[in-house]
């Protein structure tokens, strides 16, 4: 027995005394990840926590003694979640809630309140901002839609591209020789064969190469997008630009982010033409957002995002139908679309360690791109 112990490395060992350990349990509210907030019975904070600061966006001595109506209008429905919970005296529920005040947007929260037994009329508030996860879950839809554009595209370049080329040296051949009416069939051939290549080219761009990284300056892309909107396809919609000009520069391709946002434009402006509305505005912001975090492609930790550059238009935004699977291949509200630019811009921000995502209603679509810092390479020593 003494052997087999030694074989699987079961030694005996003495029972460890349990160490007794003391915890306050105001420390363990404040490192909870959850926001958490105590109200009285007039909806006045009693007490919160660190994430709470983080989700209202202000400091716990603002918060403490103010009220939630100076953050959220009076006919908002958690006040009336909050009434359900002191009335019934159970904890109650509501998903996909938007927190939207002077202050204050969330979309997509969850938020639990629950009475405080020992005090008649407190309740315990709970508000988790799912957003975040849900963008990660279409950014990881994108990235398995990328891989498997990959690898079409590799199929489509190697097994069409080649006989392609013969069908329209062929049809060339045969146009040259050949009678009114056959030249008509012969150059639709060669229309046709073009129209083929062209489309393979465009899957090709999904394929798999190496971003070559460098400090870009944001605001210069964001010009040089502007003005050739304005030079072409959006020349009679307003931008209105709002940059903050303190930003270091982003870690990426200048060619790539002029790509993705020449899409994101280019897609706002026809959104806007489809309602041949007079008054059309896209707007151009960028800024600094802390506490956006992705995992790093190499597995080593988590990359911070902190800065987001946004697209936002006044169309008539993205049906609901298709607006979940927006970032995936030949998904489109266009009647002539291929449905592969937005796969493409998802694939490129991903490249860029990025993270992309939507909010949408009628009146109001804004896609929000969130990229990493560009940081100086570690010096090799030699």
Partial sequence: MSGIR??????????????????????????????VAVLDENDTFCSVNYAAEEFFGSSKALLLHSNLCDILPLDHPLFLLLERARRAGVTVAEHDMILEGPRLLRRGCTVQAAPLQEVPGCVVLTLQDESAARALDQQMSARNAARSITGMAAILAHEVKNPLSGIRGAAQLLE?????????????????????????????????????????????????????????????????????????????SRDQLIQVLLNLVK?????????????????????????????????????????????????????????????????????????????????????????IDVDSRPGRTEFRIHLPVYEDPPESNH
């Fill in 6 to 35: 030694k074989a699987f490395g079961m030694v005996n060992r003495k029972p460890v005394a349990a160490r007794e350990v003391r915890v306050d349990p105001l420390q363990i509210f404040d490192a909870l990840p959850l926001a």
């Fill in 176 to 252: 040259a020789s050949a009678t009114a009416e056959d030249r008509e069939l012969a150059v639709l051939i060669r229309e046709e064969a073009d129209r083929i290549r062209a489309m393979v080219e465009r899957m090709e761009t999904f394929g798999e190469k190496k971003l070559e990284r460098q400090a870009v300056n944001i605001h210069r892309v964001l010009e040089h997008v502007r003005k050739l909107a304005r030079s072409g396809f959006a020349q009679r919609i307003k931008f209105i630009e709002s940059y903050d000009p303190s930003l270091p520069h982003v870690q990426g």
């Fill in 267 to 355: 897609n706002a402006a026809e959104s806007i033409d489809s309602m041949d509305r007079p008054d059309g505005e896209i707007h151009l912001t960028t800024g600094f957002q802390h506490g956006v975090r992705l995992s790093a492609s190499s597995g080593r930790g988590r990359a911070n995002l902190p800065i987001f550059v946004s697209v936002r238009d006044n169309g008539p935004g993205i049906p609901e139908d298709i607006r979940r699977h927006l970032f995936e291949p030949f998904i489109t509200t266009k009647a002539a679309g291929s449905g592969l630019g937005l796969a493409l811009v998802a694939k490129i921000v991903a490249d860029h360690g990025g993270l």
